[in-house]
């Protein structure tokens, strides 16, 4: 059975980075896409981006590049780094595992983190 | 990239069947046949109910049913029970498949 545990600080500052890690285990990284979600208290589902075991991404423009997703096939996991953040950003964040036939749906998910951004 | 378009609430009483829809644009939902659904518990993670707008992953009850026309996919569920009280959303991906967006949420309240 696959799991995904995400891992990271739980308070940021404004204008820092946020950086969150997702550890794989029951499974190996190099065999799907992975993926990064976000959902703000009382809100809903936000894609962030995808990425293959090959480093291949892809991103949410309404981000404006200030995501990068990385992934590390040694430890079976993939990050996730948001700069600049503001309040807007406090969420809660999920990584995702998408099913075995490319990147359309998301059968895996982690347990999700909450991230606040403040001083 | 806006978010799909899907009804703030639904009702219905135990057994009843209720609709969610989604509606997005011909870039997004009217151009594929992926289109997803995920069922969310408060304080939960999401979890995937149906794929390629009308597939059930092994364990989803046969209740859960889904379809598409046009820009529009739905999810319905049939002899609503206590336990899929939630929120619900749709996912699909865009036009180039380098860009996906979900929905904007439906909560299903059981009466």
């Known amino acids: 059975q696959v799991q995904l545990q995400e891992s990271g600080p739980g308070l940021v500052k404004p204008s820092e980075t946020l950086s969150l890690t997702c550890t794989v285990s029951?499974?190996?990284?190099?065999?799907?896409?992975w993926s990064w979600i976000r959902q703000p208290p009382g809100k809903g589902l936000e894609w962030i981006g995808w990425i293959y075991y090959t480093g291949t991404t892809a991103y949410n423009p309404s981000f404006q590049s200030r995501v990068t997703i990385s992934v590390d096939t040694s430890n079976n996991r993939f990050s996730l780094m948001v700069t600049s953040v503001t309040a807007a950003d406090t969420a809660v964040y999920y990584c995702?595992?998408?099913?075995?036939?490319?990147?359309?749906?998301?059968?895996?998910w982690g347990q999700g983190t909450l991230v606040t951004v403040s001083s | 990239q806006s978010a799909l378009t899907q009804p703030r609430s639904v009702s219905g009483s135990p057994g009843q069947s209720v609709t969610i829809s989604c509606t997005g644009t011909?870039?997004?939902?009217?151009?594929?046949?992926?289109v997803s659904w995920y069922q969310q518990h408060p304080g939960k993670a999401p979890k995937l109910m149906v794929y390629?707008?009308?597939k059930r992953p092994s364990g989803v009850p046969d209740r859960f049913s889904g379809s598409k026309s046009g820009n529009t996919a739905s999810l319905t569920i049939s002899g609503l029970q206590a336990e899929d009280g939630a929120d619900y959303y749709c996912y699909s991906p865009a036009t180039i498949y380098t860009a996906y967006v979900f929905g904007t949420g439906t909560e299903v309240t059981v009466l």
């Open positions: 029951g499974g190996s990284i190099s065999s799907h896409y």
């Open positions: 995702a595992r998408y099913g075995p036939d490319g990147y359309k749906h998301l059968d895996y």
């Open positions: 011909s870039s997004d939902v009217g151009h594929n046949n992926y």
């Open positions: 390629d707008v009308s």
